[in-house]
């Protein structure tokens, strides 16, 4: 009969899979670490780069709303005034002019019901650029506007 022997003072454990495994953790993390950093340092680096852009385009804008600044004060002097007035004046008519009555029309001519009829039409445009009627219509009964309305 054979008996096992042991004359350590401690028992034999089997540490060396544990270190391996705990050594490429720790190594693998430091190569992550030092990723980390050179990625931080990547980042550091390009808002640096975005701030001074930022700060750029900045400074222009201060410069250019200095510049509208004075060209305003400018306009708005007394012996200016009839000209921007004019030119006020100008970009109306043009901005009512660019309203096609013909396309009004040839809309109207599809959704109309035939036996309702257009008393007035008052164009508008609002500040994004889109077109706004206000209509007065006439029929012999309701029955018709409400069916052109809904």
């Known amino acids: 009969m ?6 350590a003072r401690e028992p034999m454990r089997r540490d060396r899979p544990i270190l391996v495994a705990s050594a490429a953790i720790g190594i693998l993390m430091c190569i992550s670490l030092v ?6 340092t990547t980042d550091r680096h390009s808002m640096d780069e975005s701030r ?3 700060a750029r385009v900045q400074s222009q804008m201060a410069k250019i709303n200095v510049e509208q600044a ?15 007035n ?15 009555w013909t396309r009004i029309f040839s809309d109207l001519s599809t ?3 035939y036996n ?9 445009l609002n500040g994004r650029g889109e ?17 052109f309305v809904g």
């Open 2 to 7: 054979r008996l096992p022997l042991n004359l």
């Open 35 to 40: 990723a980390l950093i050179g990625l931080a």
């Open 52 to 54: 001074r852009v930022i």
């Open 70 to 84: 004075q060209l305003d004060a400018q306009m708005r002097l007394p012996q200016n005034s009839s000209v921007l």
């Open 86 to 100: 004019r030119s006020v004046l100008f970009n109306e008519l043009i901005r009512r002019k660019g309203i096609s």
């Open 111 to 113: 959704v109309l019901p």
């Open 116 to 124: 309702v009829r257009i008393a007035s039409i008052r164009p508008q």
């Open 131 to 147: 077109l706004t009627l206000e209509m007065t219509v006439a029929a012999d009964t309701p029955e018709p506007i409400l069916d």
